[in-house]
Each structure stands twice: as structure tokens, then as C-alpha cells.
């Protein structure tokens, strides 16, 4: 699992990133991500433990988020 910071989250447009902590392309993580793991939500700066797929876009999503 990647360990990233939250860089930026809106509920109301139901997306944000986060960065990784080991470098590259920060991943983006939708609304639907949050709340399949149960948060009421992301706030900036908030270290989140996460794995990366890739969505049908092919950009770099996180799934599976957990506090850290």
C-alpha cells in the first residue's frame, strides 16, 4: 500500500489527489473511493495509506483508503 498526503478534496465535485510520499504522479481518488471505506470524507493534509489501480482513462486512481 502507497502512503500519500491529501493535497486536495471537494465532496460537493466528489474528487480530489493525493500525493505519494515515494514520488510520481499524484493519484487521483474519487468520491466513491471515500465512501466504500467508510470516511465522511478527505481534508487537505490528512496521511492516508492507499493502493494504486489504474481507472479506464488510465489515470492513476487510489482505492482502499485508510488513515494512517
Known amino acids: 500500500m502507497a502512503i500519500g498526503t491529501v ?7 466528489g474528487f480530489g489527489f493525493i500525493s505519494n510520499d515515494a ?3 499524484d493519484a487521483f481518488v ?5 465512501e466504500a471505506a467508510g470516511l465522511p470524507g478527505l481534508n487537505k493534509s490528512q496521511r492516508i495509506s ?3 489501480d ?11 483508503l485508510q488513515h494512517v
Open 30 to 34: 474519487h468520491v466513491k473511493a471515500v
Open 54 to 64: 489504474a481507472d479506464a482513462r488510465g489515470r492513476t486512481i487510489a482505492t482502499g
Open 23 to 25: 514520488g510520481g504522479p
Open 7 to 13: 493535497k486536495f478534496f471537494n465532496y460537493d465535485r
Open 50 to 52: 492507499y493502493a494504486l
